[in-house]
């Protein structure tokens, strides 16, 4: 049995990470930190919890977390870093749901996340935690920077074309549309229901943090220089997200084999038949990747519909998923449920 | 290891049922039926179950029902009446979630149903499937009528109070509010998202077929005459309902203790802290009905809220859950994830 | 041509008002206030008004709103009746969207808004601004207190039967379902697009400013003491309010003759046919108010439906009615458009 | 004052119409047809248009249609080139909102709408409805071919790019999001509410009925070959298109002047600052179609954003503005007003 601790439990990674470990049957929560509600039972602030999840916000001080097996960080960027070099030197697994830990070169996470990173020696031994690219190096990892909602859609979307050189690196766009739960549990009138329900909108077309990220990831599937156009939409709903991706074919083979052979063994992706088109509700609530690819337009175009639930497997399932590659469990343990649909 | 047949699993109530029993530790699925789709696979039809759900619907007549432990009809009312004699003469279980045993008076359900009952008999050996009134009698019975969404939610809400006699039945109050997927998967314009997103409305005012249902179940908790009005209304969300109730209170009690005790032992029914508002995401996809119990206005008004999961609580969990029962099975075997919040 | 002044134009009714009044054949803009924005054109906020208004927002004191022929006020409660007095002194007539000149009882507002009011003698020559109740006395106001948005809708669904003393006045219940655009444009967890769409709950049960103003309202209708139930539910919608209000019947009469006679010449309230549910789509972005009126259940239960949008009948429309009043033009100008349907 | 006609007015395109005509001033509504609704109250079937909308639905033999001015096609495909000559022989101007005009090529017609073409004279004749690229032949046309929704957002958003010959016409892509609405008043499984929200999919990957068109339009604009990616996707909003348009710069230019000139005069093409990303809801039930053009990625791409009210500028309000060009009013008439926000 896993000892478990969360740091910063109040925002969607964080109720989506106790809605999954409260079920989990190899892990027990040992201690949900949020300095501002210390001592509020978590259930009173997500009543979808009662009666299963008997713990109170402690502060980070009262938590203990040093006694745990994994702390997970469901914060801010920039708490990992600073709280994550004594949790490993007492021998803590730290799985990072922020930032801190995604971005191999620090000039590149502090020209984004506008911070000194103060944990260097951190960052070089952590991992980037997308199980489909990077398995065997989790297993033994001792920190996790787990990817982003659209990195996990945009890399698992191009990796078997890239990887296999069917398509030009160099002009890759990723049109991506994500729920409004991906802005976080933030008061900002931008997200509003009045102001994002029934509507429709482009947003960060300037520049995305996600944006060094995907291509930082993408750059390790080939040795062609990346190049990519990241257009970010908020659509109205609350979860998923729907990555359509265009690439100019370069090389010519049977995609659909190639993608349904890429990941054949994979528990988390789904390749679907030819000519589907998923659906984002598909994977509502469920650690599942749903890829569809086509040939279109003048003929040389690849497009790839990637599906993911930006909470889920673009967040706190795809931490479970970590942590159980890391505890040598079974990769499915816990999350085995299904797509909410309807 | 229970085997299971559902018959007609194209509606959300099957789809429901799918999503519950594939991951059902003591269930095994054997057949599907659907005469329109036999031969598709099921999760052609519902990709959320892909790689949970291997079989192809069939046609009735393939479907080996009678080799099947259990039978739910998830289908049209009408359905089970027809098929059930022969079911259960070969030694099948069978719970209906559709209304041909929910009403003990075949006037009353020919009236509403526009149809004559065939098979009376059964309906008289038949038990009302709520397990908060009626557990003793589901664990022996053969044939189970699944109350209706709105039912479910009025009678939890109403028991305690008037059972023990503390107010007028002959006045009450049932203000309800039901997400969309409560009319089915069913092509009409007037549930089209186009026409029911960012609107609400009133419907069925003039007569709707739960109010005999209801009042039915209500007349078990008092000798005194029952006297409701229910009112419908469509709301824009995809599943929940959430009831409000108001009656005259006639004897004074601590209300909130009286609810909390009739509901200590109840594994799916929670009796929230004074001052709660119960909001239906937190029962989402769960099996769970929250109530919150206030003294309202002029001093003498009793109301309570009451939410469920139309699809859960209200049909395919309610159904697991008697299912569970029938087989002396831990009741909440299969049923214990968390409400999908956000 | 009215030369108009709005103080507070960054909310929902603000932008609400302005809508309504780029367009308006009598009324002319001449300045908008808001401290926090000054400077910024008010289409930089709200792309809607492009091309439609020209104006930036500007202080208070550099807006000359003593030159205008009206004001109004879509401000947080407090802020008209601290400008007013010395508006009104300039020969201003000001319109409150706010609280400040509703309640006629200063220890009623002080007690629901927790300040002091500072315009006693204002807010005795103020006017309710509800004009199917008032409509003499607001010809030759200078200061009104325009009603809130569930006051408008409920007090508009009583009125014909409780001033023919046809029910019973002190056991009234107001189950009233709003969008979320009735909480206001403010930065808050609980009205964001992830947290309300897909859900629904009540608030408010122990106590909501709107009740005594209700209580004010319905008692001028009648001269039994009123005894009120109210209880207002949020609803994933931007737009709409629906009142469903249900009434003892002490006194038989025809009751949909009743209503249809009661508001006969009335511009913006419609009774609909018998049977009939209005939908608060139908009422979308107008300024009418659709009323069914209902006989249910035990056979001595008035149901009233009542709906509005709360942003237009129930606040800016509602202002610009007022204003056509106030200024001697035909009570509908610039209020003529159709419900936006779909 | 135009006498008007609208054949098959019980769709979302016929009801934006009427919802524009009832207002409009120069407009008189003389039959709107429906074979099926024959003798209901147009305001029956959509009460939004009470007090406003007298009519009730006729049979086309009973409408007189020949009597008036101008008649709107709010039909499905097939029925205006039917109607169509005979209405032109007596002198009536014909505006189809379906596809019957659209295509210059009867084979491509014939492919994509799976029926013969039955008034190849009048197509020779006719005039396709975008007043930005087509005014002059429109003030003569007899018959107009208005634009579909996806083909008039896209064909503006790419116009001032291509005609002068600043991007790579063979490889465009036109990512489109649209409300359900879109899939018009249909009964129909997929677009039922508890489908289609709070979800997100592409559709039509395959082929759909606008790539032709959008192709026939941006032909015209470029002497180069059109290459065309279409990618049309469902989002969970009643109304609005968003185009996100991607092209390969092959000309240097300041390409926000070359759009801010192209649409300088034009009174519904509005181009928004450098940086801006135009919401959907600005134009909610507005004639606008707003444009914010980027230069993205890798330093040679252009992306163009682009969104309309598929209903408004997408069909009716369209339809609206080609009728006041052809009558010689001026082109704003009635259609003035503001987008519903929030």
New interface residues.
């Given amino acids: 049995m896993l000892n478990i601790g969360i740091v910063g439990g109040t925002g969607?990674t964080g109720?989506e990470l106790?809605?999954l470990l409260?079920?989990h049957p190899a892990a027990r929560l040992k201690a949900i930190t949020s300095r501002k509600e210390a001592g509020l039972p978590v259930a009173d602030m997500?009543?979808?919890?009662?009666?299963?999840v008997d713990l109170a916000f402690s502060t980070p001080e009262d938590a203990a977390l040093d006694k745990c097996d994994v702390v997970f960080f469901a914060t801010p960027h920039g708490v990992a870093m600073d709280m994550g070099p004594a949790l490993v030197g007492a021998g803590v697994k730290i799985i990072d749901l922020a930032a801190d830990f995604r971005l191999r070169d620090t000039a590149v996470f502090e020209k984004w996340y506008k911070m000194p990173h103060s944990a260097v020696a951190l960052l070089e031994e952590s991992v980037y935690g997308l199980p489909e690219v990077n398995r065997a190096a989790i297993r033994s990892a001792r920190v996790i920077g787990l990817p982003g909602c659209y990195p996990t859609s945009v890399q698992l979307g191009f990796k078997p074309a890239l990887e296999q050189g069917l398509i030009d690196a160099?002009?890759l766009?990723a049109?991506c549309?994500s729920?409004?739960?991906g802005?976080g549990?933030?008061?900002?009138?931008g997200?509003?229901?009045?102001?994002?329900?029934?509507?429709?909108?482009?947003?960060g077309?300037?520049g995305h943090r996600h944006h060094p990220e995907i291509v930082q990831g993408l750059a390790r599937m080939t040795s062609a220089p990346v190049?990519?156009?990241?257009?970010p939409?908020l659509?109205?709903?609350?979860?998923?997200i729907?990555a359509?991706l265009?690439a100019?074919i370069t090389k010519e083979a049977d995609f659909q084999e190639v993608y349904e052979k890429a990941y054949a063994g994979e528990p988390f992706v789904?390749v679907?038949p030819p000519?589907?088109?998923?659906?984002?509700?598909?994977?509502?609530?469920?650690n599942?990747c749903?890829i569809a690819v086509?040939r279109?337009?003048?003929g040389d175009?690849l497009?790839i519909?990637s599906?993911i639930d930006n909470?889920t497997k673009g967040a706190a399932g795809q931490a479970v998923q970590v942590m159980n590659i890391m505890a040598g469990l079974p990769e499915s343990t816990g999350l085995?449920?299904?797509?909410?649909?309807?």
Same sequence: chains 1, 2, 3, 4.
């Fill in positions: 969607y109720v106790l809605r409260a079920r997500f009543p979808s919890l009662r009666k299963a160099s002009h766009i049109d549309k729920g409004v739960s802005a549990r933030k008061a900002e009138v997200i509003l229901h009045a102001e994002a329900a029934d509507n429709f909108k482009a947003y077309v300037a190049g990519l156009v990241f257009t939409h659509t109205p709903m609350i979860r998923g729907h359509t265009y100019r789904d679907m000519g589907s088109t998923p659906d984002t509700r598909s994977v509502r609530g469920a599942t749903r086509h279109v337009g003048a175009t497009m519909l599906v909470l085995e449920s299904v797509g909410l649909v309807p």
